[in-house]
Antibody, heavy 119, light 107 residues
């Protein structure tokens, strides 16, 4: 069955960096785009960005553009979110989710990993 | 930046019809998608491309679009449908945007 497992979250000081990972299984990883979506505590969903199936294209939300970088390693079935110059407002649960072209949307989500930016 | 506007809350009695709206200037040109999120769980897709239902989603869920507003309708809402619902679409640069979410209460 399809599984997405995020890891790498934790407490980090403002201005520091953190890298999140998402390990996928149960599907042909190198044929699917992957998205990152975050959710601040008690708040709504916010789109972070996407990486295409082959890594050829990446797009980011305005609030993270220039600070966050998405990459993937298709040999390891993993996608990464490198977060630099973190701010308090980046505190959130970070989900990775699979893009399904037939639905043109996200059909499987992980359970998320929590990032807390605090001094 | 582009915004999708949803009512913060909708409340219905069991068996009634719940309608959740989502408004955005680009809606006439872009599809809308709907996700359901229950407490402590990841979101689940319940509607795509305005009015298409994914496999496994009950028939009581339907979607429609008119002008700048899209609507998720739950006909005969059940207690298990109580959740937060988020619409999602794209802005003019093809970046994804989520609405602020609507809490559906069924009681």
């Amino acid at each position: 069955q399809v599984q997405l497992v995020e890891s790498g979250g934790g407490v980090v000081q403002p201005g520091k960096s953190l890298r999140l990972s998402c390990l996928a299984s149960g599907f042909t990883f190198n044929t699917y785009g992957l998205h990152w979506v975050r959710q601040a505590p008690g708040k709504g969903l916010e789109w972070v960005g996407v990486i295409w199936y082959d890594g050829s294209q990446k797009h980011y939300g305005e609030s993270v553009k220039g600070r966050f970088t998405i990459s993937r390693d298709n040999s390891k079935n993993m996608v990464f979110l490198q977060m630099d110059n973190l701010r308090a407002e980046d505190t959130a649960l970070y989900y990775c989710a699979r893009y399904y072209s037939e639905y043109d949307s996200l059909d499987y989500w992980g359970r998320g990993t929590l990032v807390t930016v605090s001094s | 930046s582009y915004e999708l506007k949803q009512p913060p809350s909708v409340s219905v009695s069991p068996g009634q019809t719940a309608r959740i709206t989502c408004s955005g200037d680009a809606m006439p040109k872009q599809y809308a998608y709907w996700y359901q999120q229950k407490p402590g769980q990841a979101p689940v897709l319940v509607m795509y491309k305005d009015n298409e239902r994914p496999s496994g989603i009950p028939e009581r869920f339907s979607g429609s679009s008119s002008g700048t507003t899209v609507t998720l309708t739950i006909s005969g809402a059940q207690a298990e449908d109580e959740a937060d619902y988020y619409c999602q679409s794209e802005d003019s640069t093809s970046n994804w945007v989520f609405g602020g979410g609507t809490r559906l209460t069924v009681l």
